[in-house]
């Protein structure tokens, strides 16, 4: 798709240069012909007395080329406005699907670590080479979802038991979950220890008993959250909504 994206962008460029170009062709020989006729009318056969009546001969045919020409050009203007619309709407469907293949990777990796037979994630404990590897898996397909995929991300390790306060088998210190759509969700004793939660949406969300404490809650909108019992010791709760 971005192969095609490039030629159709190369492609409209191309004739943008070669309109550009046949108008000033156009226009340079109106120009010239005018001027030829006015500096010598008897090469063209003009009385140099009647040159000026003969002149509005020209006027019509250069003011219809000079119609055709901005008509054209407001065309293309119009043309290259569609395409790049289109454009646009092909890299966001391009973005969309490289977000959920990313976010499928993600949960059939986490998913077949939590079902092996021989050592299962559930069983790790924090710092250990099984919850190091999904720890690292985790903070890298953070950095690659949007708002409503990261909540995804967050609800399956929660519902997983992966991030229960005091046996955190996933660490999310320093995870990117800024702007996360986490309104209403259950996070009740979940650990968010130095979690990076800058603009999170937490509105009404359970909370209680989470900790919290050192995270980064800037902006963020805890409106009518649950936060009984919650850790926010050192955490930054600057401009966030704290409201009901």
């Given at each position: 798709m971005a192969a095609e994206m490039g030629s159709s962008s190369a492609g409209s460029?191309?004739?943008?240069?070669?309109?550009?170009?046949?108008?000033?062709v156009l226009a340079t020989f109106l120009v010239v012909m005018v001027g030829a006729i006015v500096a010598w009318p008897e090469?063209?056969?003009?009385?140099?007395?009647?040159?000026?009546?003969?002149?509005?001969?020209?006027?019509?045919?250069?003011?219809?080329?000079?119609?055709?020409a901005w008509l054209a050009w407001e065309l293309h203007k119009r043309q290259r406005k569609d395409e790049k619309a289109q454009e646009e709407t092909a890299l966001k469907v391009e973005n969309q699907r490289a977000q959920d293949e990313a976010l499928e990777a993600y949960l059939d990796e986490?998913?077949?670590?939590?079902?092996?037979?021989?050592?299962p994630l559930s069983r790790a404990r924090q710092g250990d080479i099984l919850s190091t590897v999904a720890r690292a898996r985790t903070l890298i397909a953070l950095t690659r979802l949007d708002r409503k995929r990261k909540r995804s991300v967050l609800q399956f390790l929660y519902e997983s038991d992966l991030l229960k306060k005091g046996e955190v088998v996933v660490d999310l210190k320093?995870?990117?979950?800024?702007?996360?759509?986490?309104?209403?969700?259950d996070l009740s004793a979940a650990n968010l220890h130095r979690a990076d939660l800058h603009r999170a949406?937490?509105?009404?969300?359970?909370?209680?008993?989470?900790?919290?404490?050192?995270a980064d809650l800037r902006d963020a909108n805890l409106r009518k959250a649950d936060l009984r019992e919650s850790d926010l010791r050192e955490s930054d709760l600057s401009g966030a909504d704290l409201s009901e």
């Open positions: 460029k191309e004739r943008s240069n070669r309109f550009v170009w046949w108008f000033s090469w063209f056969g003009f009385d140099k007395k009647q040159v000026w009546d003969y002149l509005d001969v020209f006027l019509v045919p250069a003011a219809v080329a000079g119609a055709a986490i998913s077949r670590l939590l079902t092996d037979e021989k050592r320093g995870a990117d979950l800024r702007e996360a759509d986490l309104g209403l969700a949406d937490l509105s009404e969300a359970d909370l209680s008993g989470a900790n919290l404490r050192k």
